[in-house]
């Protein structure tokens, strides 16, 4: 449940569901988020969920706080509704040209790069959000192990497909753009179609992401 | 084949298509866009008698040169913006708010905004444009939108549809005003900022800096100072946020700001202040002042008021 109601700005509902980061807490929102979404509600005009926050942004020519505080406070939100998770798996591949952190990600984990794919690839990644870039999907839990810190300096250019990791989280780069995560990989598979007009990210909040790992031909033949 | 278009001879420094923005696609990362200053939009478009929504080009700074092949055509200009008008024969100085008849041949040359950042070029017609999401706006960093989601370049050829010539010139008396002071409200991260850091904030200038764009508004000048965390755990923005890093100068989120950050928010511009705010150029001083939500809404109301009057009065 949302443990408070504050406005951010004259124009936005603040939704804290606390501190934690952790998937039970996420589910909160990304239920409360899928809910509000279905009520269409005057005046809304956007609502971004993250971790552990919710953010109604509404239309103050409409309406106002306190109304649309009001409503969401009197929402019916099943709790135990069903997420309805889609799964998915992202064909990746490791060669050298897109595995450009796993010798950084070696030395600071003290893993060998071996046991680092075999971990990452038998995971379930669980979509805790989506954005920062178009698309961009936070897919969590890294094991303990496996969690290391951002680049000191970040690159420039990310190359699209990229596939990173920072401390629980991967992500994968939607398009091109700076960005410091460690880089293990690349997928050709298209995450965001911004030609789309309905569902233009592949990966939504509340989705099941697993990795498979793809040779190097397979991934040349891929769009093909 | 296109008989009426506009090809661009310079293409200005940040030339867009905008319109009122795509709502509702945040949660996966696309921001509202939108024109910057949606009050002089919303003039240029009641101009030359479009709807309201109606998508325009915005210029920064150096606006575009444009060549007009085509049927007898309206143009309104809107901001504070220094444009001329040229033909094989005459030279005009144009004035904002205000139409012109554009005729086969001319060229439009829009010179530079005035000790402002944006203007706005209407059309008494329509750009042949895109709408994705339904919305033309362009953001250029998602190459999202109309022009495939780029700004102009030179050389490009500007299509036009369902040309409509207005009969009488219209004109609307309004001057743009500054301001120096921007009110806010108290962010959600107020807390932890020290009371120095606080003070600072309310107390000291800053200065707009030259990392300013359609994404952000970089200030310098003062230091605030965190007792807290520099960083929160990633969480949605919206426009007009303020974060503050951890090297303590302010960052404003403008249309194009990414939709999750993961700084503190000290404070949120209300929205009655927004139009102005992003006309400032870099160098300008400012201060922010603390208003209470009930008072962000009524001036909001009056602002809101004072737009609908202007376009009333075209």
Known sequence: MIKNISNLGDAALYCDFGKDVNKDTNTKVIKYFKSIKKENILGIDNLTPSYNKLIVSFDLKKTNYQNIKKLIENLNIDINDDLKNKKIEVPICIDDDFSLDIKRLEQHLKISREKIYENFFSKEFFCYMTGFIAGMPFLGDLDFNMRAKRLETPRVKVPKGSVGLTEQFANIYTFESPGGWNIIGNTPLNIFNNSKETEPNLINPGDLVTFKEITINEYRNYNV | ?314
């Open chain 2, 1 to 314: 084949m296109y008989k009426n278009f506009f090809q661009i001879i310079r293409a200005g420094i940040n030339t867009t298509f905008q319109d009122q923005g795509r709502k509702n696609l945040n949660h996966i990362g696309i921001p509202f866009s939108g024109a910057m200053d949606n009050r002089n939009y919303l003039i240029a478009n009641k101009l030359v008698g479009n709807d309201l929504n109606s998508p325009v080009l915005e210029f920064a700074y150096q606006g575009p040169l444009l060549k007009y092949s085509g049927k007898r055509i309206n143009i309104a200009i809107t901001g504070d913006v220094n444009f001329t008008i040229k033909n094989n024969n005459t030279l005009i100085n144009g004035n904002c708010y205000q139409t012109y008849l554009l005729e086969h041949g001319d060229e439009l040359d829009i010179i530079s905004t005035n000790k402002s950042v944006y203007g706005y070029l209407s059309i008494s017609g329509k750009f042949d444009l895109k709408y994705q999401w339904l919305s033309c706006s362009v953001n250029t960093k998602a190459n999202i939108g109309a022009n495939e989601g780029k700004k102009l370049e030179i050389n490009q050829k500007i299509n036009l549809l369902n040309i409509n010539q207005i009969l009488n010139n219209k004109t609307l008396n309004y001057l743009n005003t500054k301001i120096e002071n921007i009110r806010v409200i108290k962010g959600t991260n107020f807390d932890y900022f020290s009371e120095a850091g606080k003070k600072t904030f309310f107390e000291n200038e800053f200065i707009i800096s030259k990392l300013t764009d359609r994404m952000g508004m970089r200030l310098e000048g003062s230091k605030i100072e965190n007792l807290v965390d520099t960083n929160i755990k990633s969480e949605g923005l919206i426009k007009g946020v303020i974060q503050v890093p951890a090297d303590g100068n302010p960052i404003i989120m403008l249309s194009d700001h990414g939709t999750i950050g993961g700084y503190p928010k000290i404070g949120v511009v209300i929205s009655a202040d927004y139009d102005k705010l992003v006309q400032l150029t870099p160098g300008s001083k400012i201060k922010f002042k603390e208003v209470e939500l009930s008072s962000a809404e009524t001036l909001f109301k009056l602002y809101e008021l004072e737009t609908q009057n202007l376009i009333s009065q075209i």
